[in-house]
């Protein structure tokens, strides 16, 4: 039987996923909470220009930049995530593309991220192998 709905009919009453405004506010507070980061992270780079490599292991050895390069990782790869999600959800029309492309990103941001992290955690601990 052919449905004689138009395309309004056949989507009233279905409701919103209710996943998009919770997806660009969290966009919009991770962008927020880069902008000091990025900024504590340029600031503290200029200051160890040139600067030996005992000074910058010192550097991450503080617990304070340790935490705040921890969460510089984890938020810009959850922001760029979530941003190159929008991108293929807009630009990408094969949904099985679609889906393969999104899990990947987020795959290879969680990847990423823990890599880069377990790399911080190893010279703030002075593990050595």
Same mark, same amino acid.
């Given at each position: 039987?052919?449905?004689?709905?138009?395309?309004?009919?056949?989507?009233?009453?279905?409701?919103?996923?209710?996943?998009?405004?919770?997806?660009?506010?969290?966009?919009?507070?991770?962008?927020?909470?880069?902008?000091?980061? /990025?900024?504590?992270? #340029?600031?503290?780079?200029?200051? !160890?220009?040139? *600067?030996?490599?005992?000074?910058? +292991?010192?550097?991450?050895?503080?617990?304070?930049n340790a935490v705040l390069m921890i969460v510089l990782i984890?938020?810009?790869?959850?922001?760029?995530?979530?941003?190159?999600?929008?991108?293929?959800?807009?630009?990408?029309?094969?949904?099985?593309?679609?889906?393969? /492309?999104?899990?990947? #990103?987020?795959?290879?941001?969680? !990847?990423?991220? *823990?890599?880069?992290?377990?790399? +911080?955690?190893?010279?703030?601990?002075?593990?050595?192998?």
């Amino acid at each position: 039987m052919q449905d004689v709905r138009t395309p309004l009919g056949r989507v009233r009453g279905l409701g919103s996923a209710k996943e998009g405004v919770q997806h660009w506010w969290v966009q919009r507070l991770t962008a927020l909470a880069l902008v000091p980061l /990025s900024l504590w992270f #340029i600031y503290s780079m200029i200051r !160890l220009t040139g *600067a030996e490599h005992s000074i910058v +292991v010192a550097w991450f050895g503080h617990t304070l930049n340790a935490v705040l390069m921890i969460v510089l990782i984890a938020t810009t790869f959850h922001h760029a995530q979530l941003g190159l999600q929008v991108v293929i959800e807009d630009y990408v029309h094969h949904e099985g593309r679609k889906l393969a /492309s999104i899990i990947t #990103i987020k795959f290879l941001a969680v !990847l990423l991220a *823990a890599a880069a992290i377990f790399g +911080v955690l190893r010279i703030a601990l002075g593990v050595n192998s």
